[in-house]
């Protein structure tokens, strides 16, 4: 098997659908399967699935354990090579899995590689990153953002051209190819990262184990992208469950990693 995609489904049955039947039509000129893990989402997922994608695995979770954990499920059910690890709210256009697997099969110490997000107009979507730093929330969501300017270009990466393929530290976890043989080795997502920051993480980790992360895009995925987890004010963004499951996140990186940036 070349390549298995993985996605993770929580309330968001018409999206996954959407996504599966996109995925069909690209009519892939290669070894695949799909495998969908739904986080005990008791929205008719199963039956959906049962119904139209009678062929692919489908896993359902007996609770949300989140994101990490979820798409755990979903890698350790894998037989692929290669892991594309996919949300569903994602327009995936054609030749870009082809272009990631080109990418990741034709060069051995690449350990995962990502694809340029874009918005529904298809402008660029910010999604590739350098590893951050503790403070940097309040760079990006308080009125301090003209005292750290120079670390937020740091962090979006706006000295490095974003139209070439080139390394990055990581990159957002919508979609992500991976060899299989690299989760593997370092035991897949954190599960201890319920959501957000898994995927920063994920690539640390990566790196750490001797691997590269590399942004390619020239392979192009359309994301419906929301930040549920924040606004504009921060003072208001606190009354939100998902703000604090973002804030417990980043405390827990900071106490894995440090405050130092992993020199890649």
């Known amino acids: 098997m070349e390549l298995s ?29 799909i495998i969908v893990v739904d986080n005990n989402s008791q929205d008719g997922t199963a039956e959906m699935m049962r119904e139209h994608f009678p062929i ?16 755990n499920i979903g890698i350790r059910h894998a037989q692929g090579e290669y892991i594309l690890i ?8 054609e030749d870009s899995i082809q272009r990631l697997l080109r990418f990741i099969s034709f060069n051995d110490k690449v350990g995962c590689v990502a694809p340029q997000l874009m918005y529904p107009n298809r402008t660029y979507q910010q ?11 309040l760079y990006i969501r308080t009125s301090l953002r003209k005292f750290g300017q120079k670390h937020l270009n740091s962090y979006f990466m706006n000295d490095v051209p974003k139209y070439e393929p080139h390394q990055i530290d990581w990159a957002r976890g919508s979609a992500l190819m991976c060899r299989r043989s690299v989760l593997e080795k ?4 954190d ?9 920063t993480d994920l690539c640390r980790r990566i790196w750490q184990a001797g691997y590269e992360v590399w942004y390619v895009p020239q392979a192009r995925i359309i994301h419906y992208y929301f930040r549920e987890s924040g606004g504009s004010s921060w003072p208001k963004d606190l009354t939100k469950k998902l703000a604090w499951i973002h804030i417990a996140s980043w405390i827990k990186y900071f106490r894995k990693w440090g405050n130092t940036r992993y020199e890649t």
């Open 191 to 199: 599960e201890n990262f319920f959501m957000y920051l898994e995927d």
């Open 186 to 189: 370092i035991h897949g997502f």
């Open 127 to 137: 999604s590739r990153y350098r590893f951050p730093t503790f403070f940097l929330p």
């Open 56 to 71: 692919f695995k489908f896993v359902q979770a007996e609770a949300n354990r989140g994101m990490g954990a979820g798409n």
């Open 5 to 33: 995609i993985v996605l993770l489904n929580y309330k968001t049955k018409n999206m996954l659908k959407q996504c599966l039947k996109n995925i069909v039509n690209l009519s892939l000129p290669l070894q695949y399967e």
């Open 86 to 93: 996919l949300n569903p709210d994602v327009v995936v256009l």
